[in-house]
């Protein structure tokens, strides 16, 4: 399972899209709060496509949120961050690699995500 969280409707919609049309299962959320719903409802393990800034806070709250429980940072793995906005801060960057997560440029390049995405996720 892929959980695609992303605040912009188009975006979002293509990206599920996507991903469904090439055979993986795929969940969405536009926010933090609807992405925590899902990730607490979802049952088993589950890839996380979080956009970094969400209109309720960002991806990296939610990264936070989720490796703070146990249980629920065991099932989430791997968590990759996408942005359309090239002037992310060095803070950004060092929070970015502090975690180990990978960072990924709007328009999403399939190309160089699906091979980050795990294997296992195909249904």
């Known amino acids: 399972m892929i959980l695609v969280v992303e605040d912009e409707t188009d975006v979002r919609e293509e990206l599920v899209e996507m991903l469904e049309l090439r055979g ?13 719903e899902a990730v607490r409802s979802i049952p088993g393990n589950m890839t996380l496509l979080s956009d970094l800034r969400l209109g309720d806070g960002s991806g990296m709250d939610l990264i936070r949120m989720i490796r703070s ?4 940072s065991t099932r989430v793995a791997p ?3 996408m942005t359309g906005h090239t002037d992310i801060t ?24 699906l091979p980050l995405l795990c294997k296992e ?3």
């Open 121 to 123: 996720q195909l249904h």
């Open 79 to 81: 968590i990759i961050l």
């Open 90 to 113: 060095e803070h950004i960057e060092q929070a970015i690699a502090a975690e180990g997560l990978q960072i990924m440029f709007k328009p999403v390049d399939l190309t160089k995500l």
């Open 69 to 72: 429980d146990h249980e629920l």
């Open 24 to 36: 993986f299962e795929v969940r969405s959320a536009y926010s933090v709060a609807t992405a925590m």
